[in-house]
C-alpha cells in the first residue's frame, strides 16, 4: 500500500510543479523563479500542514529526493525548448490525482495526531489548495481556487468526509484511502469537463 | 472572567470573519472562496502568534467551534440575499472589539510565555492585524493597514503597553486587561470618527 | 569569531531593513506600514528557517535588540528629511553583505541540526532571500528576485554549496564560513554592476 501511495504522491508533486513552472512563465520568471514557484506550489500545502500540526521534520525535508526532482525538473522546463509545449490542460489528469492524494494523506496524518473529523479536513483541504493558492499569490493574481474553480476546494472537502465516514464503517484504511482519493480525483476531472462547457455556454449563449 | 474574554473573542472573530467576507464578495468570490477568506482574516492572526511562539495545537484548532461558525457564515453570507445589505461600516464596532481583544490576548500569551514587554507588544500587534493583512494580501490589494489607516497598528501597540504598564501596577490581571482592551476599542472607534473627517475634508477641500 | 558575524549580520539586519523601508515608501505608506515592510524584509528571511527547523525561540525574539533597532530605524526614516536622500543604489554593497551573512548562516544552523547539504542549501537560500520576497508581496508586485535578478538565488545557491566543500576539505568552521560569506557578497556586487552595464546596452543598443 505505502508504495502505491508513495507513487501517486510523486505524481501529484510533480503535476503540482508543471503547473506552478508553467504560471511561473507566463510571468516572465527566469529560472531561478520557475523553481521557487514550482517548488511551493508542490510542497507548500505540505509544509503547511506540517507547522500547523507541529510535524517536524517537514515532509520535504525528510524526502529530500522531491525537491531534487523539482530541481531537475525547473532546469528541464527552462532549457528544454520541447517543454514550451506543455500547455495546462494537458496537467488535468495528474493534477486531479495530486489534489486526491494531498487532500487525503493530510487528512489521515491529521486524523492519526488525534483530531477531529472537521480539524481534519480543514487540513486536508490546505494540504491539497494552499500551493495553488501560494502560487498565484506569488505571481500576483487573485488565488485560482478562490476565482472560478469554486469545485476545488469543495471537492476535496467532501472527499474527506467520504474518506472519513468509510474508515468508520469499512475498519479497512486502504480501502477508505482509495475511495476518498478516487471520489476527489474523479469528481474533479469531471467537473473540470463540466467547467468547460459551462464556459463555452456563457461566452456564446 | 474567562466568559467574558471568551465571548468578546467570539463578537472579535465573528466581525473578522465579516470583513473578511464582504471583501472577498467585492472581488466575485464564490462561497469556498469566502469561507478561505472569513477564517484567514478571523483566525490567521492567531495562527501566526501560535507559530512563532511554538504553542501548540494552534488556538482554531483547540477551539475548532469557530471554524464551525465561521462555515456556518459563510454558507449563511453566499446564499442569504439578505446578507447583501451588511456594509463595512455595519461592523466597525465589533471590529474594534476584536481588534482590542486579540491584541491584548496575544501580548498576555507572550508574557505567561516569558517574553520580554517589547517581543509581547509586538506579537500582540501581530495577532491583531495580521489577519486583515493576509485577507487583502490574498485579495491582490496593497494591505489595509499599510495604506490609509496608520492609527490600527499603532492603537493596537499603545493599548499593549497600557496592558503591560496596568498589570504592573495594579497587580490585578483582570483589571488591566479590560483597559487595555478597552483603550484600543474605544481609541479605535474615536480614530475612525476622526479619520472619516479627515478624508472628506481633502476631497471637498 | 562569533562577534565578526554578529556585527554582519547586523549590517545585513540594517540594510534589508533599509531596503524594505524605501519600497514601502515608495508605496506611500505610513510609519507603521515603513515599520512593518522594514521587519519582514529584515527579519522574514530567519523566522522562515527557524519555523520551517522547529528552532524556537525564533531568532528575532531571542535577540530584540534587532526589532528595537528597527523600530529605531522607521522613526528616523519617517520623520528626519534628509532619510529621504537614500536610494536604493545606497544600499547594494550592506545588501550584497546581508545576503551573504543570512545565506551561510542559515545554512550552517540546518547543518548543525542534523540536515543533508541539499536541505541546508535550500534553507540557506531562503533565509537569504525570503525576506525580499515577501516585502514585494506585500507590496504588491512580483517577487523581485523572481523577475529581473536572476543571480540573486543563484549566488546565494552557489555560496552555500561552496561553504560546505570548504568546510569538509578545510575542516576550519570559520575559514569556510569567510570564504562562503564572501563569495556571496563580491559575486552578487560584480553581477550588480554587470546587470546595470547589461540592461544599459539593452536600452540604448
Same mark, same amino acid.
Request: aromatic share 12%.
Given at each position: 500500500?505505502?508504495?502505491i ?10 503535476a503540482?510543479?508543471?503547473?506552478g ?5 507566463s510571468?516572465?520568471?527566469d529560472p ?5 514557484i ?11 500542514r506540517d507547522?500547523?500540526m507541529d510535524n ?5 525535508i ?13 532546469v528541464i522546463f527552462?532549457y528544454?525548448h520541447r ?5 495546462e490542460s494537458?496537467i488535468?489528469f ?6 486526491g492524494v ?7 496524518l491529521?486524523?492519526?495526531?488525534g483530531?477531529?473529523?472537521?480539524v481534519a ?12 493558492? @501560494?502560487?498565484d /499569490? ?6 485560482? $481556487?478562490f476565482r472560478k474553480?469554486? *469545485?476545488y476546494?469543495? !471537492?476535496s472537502f ?5 474518506y472519513?465516514?468509510?474508515q468508520w ?5 486502504? @480501502?477508505?484511502? /482509495?475511495i476518498g482519493?478516487l471520489?476527489i480525483a $474523479?469528481?474533479r476531472l469531471?467537473? *473540470?469537463?463540466?467547467? !468547460?462547457r459551462?464556459?463555452?455556454?456563457r461566452?456564446?449563449g
Amino acid at each position: 500500500m505505502f508504495d502505491i501511495i508513495y507513487l501517486l504522491e510523486m505524481i501529484g508533486v510533480v503535476a503540482f510543479a508543471i503547473s506552478g513552472m508553467i504560471v511561473a512563465r507566463s510571468k516572465n520568471m527566469d529560472p531561478v523563479g520557475i523553481f521557487a514557484i514550482g517548488f511551493v506550489t508542490a510542497l507548500g500545502g505540505g509544509t503547511l500542514r506540517d507547522l500547523m500540526m507541529d510535524n517536524h521534520p517537514l515532509y520535504w525535508i525528510q524526502h529530500e529526493e522531491q525537491p531534487i526532482l523539482i530541481l531537475a525538473m525547473a532546469v528541464i522546463f527552462s532549457y528544454w525548448h520541447r517543454a514550451e509545449r506543455i500547455r495546462e490542460s494537458r496537467i488535468v489528469f495528474p493534477d486531479a490525482i495530486g489534489l486526491g492524494v494531498f487532500s487525503i494523506l493530510g487528512a489521515q496524518l491529521a486524523l492519526d495526531l488525534g483530531h477531529s473529523w472537521f480539524v481534519a479536513s480543514l487540513l486536508g483541504v490546505m494540504t491539497g489548495t494552499f500551493g495553488g493558492a @501560494l502560487r498565484d /499569490t506569488l505571481c500576483n493574481e487573485v488565488p485560482f $481556487i478562490f476565482r472560478k474553480d469554486q *469545485v476545488y476546494a469543495s !471537492i476535496s472537502f467532501a472527499g474527506c468526509w467520504l474518506y472519513f465516514v468509510c474508515q468508520w464503517l469499512l475498519e479497512s484504511e486502504t @480501502l477508505a484511502l /482509495t475511495i476518498g482519493l478516487l471520489f476527489i480525483a $474523479i469528481t474533479r476531472l469531471l467537473a *473540470v469537463r463540466f467547467d !468547460i462547457r459551462l464556459q463555452r455556454d456563457r461566452r456564446y449563449g
